[in-house]
């Protein structure tokens, strides 16, 4: 029996790879003669770059930038040289894993180490960018990534605006002229279709899990709205809502092109042609819900192994609400860890033996 096996990540306690390893120790606790292959998964937030470099020939490059808060913080991203392609993580220069939980502050919140980021890529010879935006501590509209390129963000009397989306208060004129002129092609990888405003915008849909009160988002939800109005850009396009605006900045001002961060890494991992021959299909993430099918990276294997006619498992650390969607939609089964625990190796044992509980059946 051959099976591929490709998990997601467990936010806060398994990366995608030990989440996979550790269902491939359950499955051959069962099925000792099984086949067992596991690529990583990833949807454009943490972990992704990480998840495609082993399948590309790319070099790592390491500096030092400017942290969410404005601290320096370390941060890095591939570059495959073949094809002149820097593959860079937001979460790495401006993530919400960089801020400790007590110094949470989404007005600060600056997307420019992101844009150093950028900017040393193409200064090393980038000629596309492939930004994974998931994962952001930020509501900028990706103001601070225009200005680390050059950009000029003001407010009515010629000053530079604030880092933040407090910035966003003050702005009164948004001048691309000192822009790096160099930018080359860009695609963001991205699993939110929220657009930047409204009800199900950046502010009021990811505000409060980055430390926004619901008056904080309605604020900010009002910034980001006459940001887009002086710039004569559309608030309520679908996926520009992602990263807290920066998809919106990519696209409207350097014309990115939004493309699923989760179809970006099976790509690369070559998951298409593993999935179609094979026999089942196992993935999953930490929490599966009714949120699974909007285009988030298990869903998107799912989808890949009902192509192909596959059984298709998803394991996950809890079910939330609306879970029995995703039977809907075409998982077999999802079942969620026999013990779910955000220490780590309590974690792995529970994916492991939940993975021995789910193939038990298979060895007989």
Not at 213 to 235: H, Q, V
Not at 293 to 319: C, D, F
């Amino acid at each position: 029996m051959k099976i591929t096996v490709a998990m997601d990540s467990f936010k806060g306690s398994l990366t995608s790879t030990e989440a996979g390893e550790a269902v491939k120790r359950g499955i051959l606790r069962a099925v000792p003669d099984a086949e067992v292959t596991v690529i990583p998964l990833a949807d454009g937030g943490e972990g992704t770059i990480d998840a495609i470099a082993p399948y590309i020939k790319s070099c790592r490059r390491e500096l030092v930038v400017t942290g969410p808060l404005g601290d320096p913080v370390t941060a890095y991203y591939i570059y495959e040289p073949a094809s002149k392609t820097a593959y860079i993580e937001m979460a790495k220069a401006s993530g919400l894993t960089l801020v400790p939980a007590e110094r949470r502050d989404v007005y600060r919140a600056t997307s420019y180490g992101t844009g150093e980021l950028m900017k040393d890529a193409i200064d090393h010879g980038a000629e596309r960018l492939v930004i994974c935006i998931g994962g952001s501590a930020t509501n900028d509209g990706g103001a601070g990534m225009l200005q680390a390129l050059g950009a000029r963000l003001t407010d009515k009397d010629g000053n530079d605006i604030r880092a933040g989306a407090i910035g966003l208060k003050d702005l009164d004129r948004v001048d691309l002229s000192r822009c790096d002129g160099r930018v080359p092609e860009i695609t963001v990888a991205s699993d939110v279709t929220n657009p930047l405003c409204g009800p199900d915008g950046a502010s009021h849909v990811y505000g409060p899990q980055k430390g926004a009160t619901y008056e904080m988002a309605e604020e900010m939800d009002g910034w980001l709205r006459s940001f887009a109005a002086l710039t004569g850009k559309d608030p309520f396009e679908e996926g520009t809502g992602a990263a807290g605006g920066m998809s919106f900045a990519l696209k409207n001002f350097l014309n990115a092109r939004i493309r699923s961060g989760a179809e970006i890494v099976i790509e690369a991992t070559g998951a298409e042609s593993l999935i179609r021959d094979c026999d089942v299909v196992v993935t999953g993430e930490g929490r599966m819900d009714s949120q699974t099918l909007n285009g988030k990276a298990p869903y998107r294997i799912m989808e890949l192994g009902k192509r192909y006619g596959k059984v298709v498992a998803g394991i996950t650390g809890i079910l939330g609400e609306g879970w029995e969607a995703c039977i809907d939609a075409g998982f077999n089964s999802v079942t969620p860890l026999i013990e779910p625990s955000m220490d780590r190796e309590k974690a792995l044992r529970s994916v492991e033996d939940t993975a021995a509980q789910v193939f038990a059946g298979y060895g007989t």
